[in-house]
């Protein structure tokens, strides 16, 4: 089994994923997009050069962070398919995730091929998630959280109507991805963390969990 937390920022996704970890010891995580190994992002590059090439002859010029993300969403399958035969995998900051950032920072527009090959990547994705997990908070108590918890994040000094706006494009971004996958099949989770204690939002999504033969 693998499930992946989603959110905004500041809706307590890294806060459950330790609340879940803590209840099932068998799951494995949470893993992330971020320090994939060398090889496995070498191995990516190369796969993803006839993408580049169609590209540059189309007229379309992928921005360098852009590709290195694309990297990242590429060669985290591997990751996730050799841990998910040993034991449920936990995902915070994942492939669905990626596929939002990319939305908010890097949108296709009319660049068909980006479009194209982030369609084939949420299919890929689809295929091996079993669980998506949607936290959401009001843009005020995300704002709140944003400004302070010691974690860093690009709008944190920001004013709350600056913040209100990324939130609002990260959450338009995330919420068109996860309708995409309840549409194949994928289980939706959805949980409102404004006033959730995160114990009771991973006891909500351990009634999730008790299909897996081996989370215990």
């Not at 591997?78 to 035969?85: F, G, I, M, N």
Request: proline residues 6%.
């Amino acid at each position: 089994m693998v499930i992946e937390l989603v959110g905004p920022a500041g809706s307590g996704k890294s806060t459950l994923a330790q609340a879940l970890c803590r209840r099932h010891a068998a799951l494995r995580g949470p893993m992330s997009l971020w320090g994939q190994p060398r090889k496995a992002l070498l191995a990516s590059a190369l796969r993803l050069v006839p993408y580049w090439l169609s590209a540059a002859r189309h007229g379309y010029a992928p921005q360098l962070e852009a590709f290195t993300h694309m990297m990242r969403l590429d060669a985290m399958r591997e990751s996730v398919d050799r841990a998910a035969t040993e034991s449920p995998v936990l995902l915070d900051e994942g492939p669905i995730f990626g596929l939002g950032w990319l939305e908010v920072f890097f949108p296709a527009n009319g660049d068909r091929l980006a479009r194209a090959w982030r369609e084939r990547m949420l299919r890929e994705w689809a295929n091996r998630i079993d669980l998506v997990v949607m936290l959401d908070a009001s843009n005020p108590v995300l704002a709140e959280r944003i400004q302070t918890r010691e974690k860093p994040h690009d709008v944190k000094h920001r004013a709350p109507p600056e913040i209100y706006a990324f939130t609002e494009r990260y959450r338009r971004a995330l919420t068109g991805l996860v309708e995409s996958l309840d549409a194949v099949g994928v289980s939706i989770c959805r949980l409102a963390t404004d006033d959730h204690h995160h114990e009771s939002a991973a006891a909500l999504v351990g009634e999730h969990l008790e299909t897996a033969p081996y989370v215990e």
